[in-house]
């Protein structure tokens, strides 16, 4: 199985600062068509987990243009611009490129 | 709008069995593939399980601690996704969320349904 982590798993943010959450698999996650198969999620509290980031790199449905996804193969980052208030609750990590999906640990991100 | 709403959960002793069912609306379901997600209390994701689209085969796949006790399926006719759950064990407890799996991410999740095995 591809086992994802993260880091930081606690990250303390001021709103209006910039945030960075990374995550690592032991595999490659660079698919033949080109495409990283790893995803990004918030689950605020109380909340089903949300879809922000796919393939790497592609933001979801009405997702904030401050949420910004970049990496390749085995390295991942999740940037968000301008830490707004609302942004605060776990993050998760996902492979999506075999089964089973792994996630990572989850980054607890409050202000 | 997409909704997927899941139901069935419930308190069932060890060895027990359970089914659940993700009802969905607001899309193509029978296009769609479909993964169940569980969340332990206080822990966090742990994929549970998918099923493809007939046109795609309609296969399943699990991971390894539930593989042979669970089962996944799908009627398309009524836009249901099912999650067989047999031989629950302790460690089973869990919120049961239903998602639909497209490009590889769950870009729909629905409220998640408790299940809790204790005797």
């Known amino acids: 199985d591809i086992v994802v982590t993260q880091s930081p798993l606690s990250l303390p943010v001021t709103p209006g600062e910039p945030a960075s959450i990374s995550c690592r698999s032991s595999q490659s996650l660079l698919h033949g068509n080109g495409h990283n198969y790893l995803d990004w999620y918030l689950q605020k509290s109380g909340q089903s987990p949300q879809l922000l980031i796919y393939l790497g790199s592609t933001r979801a449905s009405g997702v904030p243009d401050r949420f910004n996804g970049s990496g390749s193969g085995t390295d991942f980052t999740l940037k968000i611009s301008r830490v707004e208030a609302e942004d605060v609750g776990v993050y998760y990590c996902?492979?999506?490129?075999?089964?089973?999906?792994?996630f990572g640990p989850g980054t607890k991100v409050d202000i | 709008e997409v909704q997927l709403v899941e139901s069935g959960g419930g308190l069932v002793k060890p060895g027990g069995s359970l089914r659940l069912s993700c009802s969905a609306s607001?899309?193509?379901?029978?296009?769609?593939?479909m993964s169940w997600v569980r969340q332990a209390p206080g822990k966090g994701l742990e994929w549970v399980g998918r099923?493809?689209?007939?046109?795609?085969?309609?296969?399943?796949d699990f991971v390894a601690p539930v593989r042979g006790r669970f089962a996944i399926s799908r009627d398309d006719a009524k836009s249901t996704l099912s999650l067989q759950l047999n031989s629950l064990k302790t460690e089973d407890t869990a919120v049961y969320y239903c998602a639909t799996d497209r490009w590889g991410a769950f870009d729909n999740w629905g409220q998640g349904t408790l299940v809790t095995v204790s005797s």
């Open positions: 996902m492979q999506a490129l075999q089964t089973p999906r792994t």
């Open positions: 607001g899309f193509t379901f029978s296009n769609v593939w």
């Open positions: 099923i493809k689209s007939k046109t795609d085969g309609g296969t399943t």
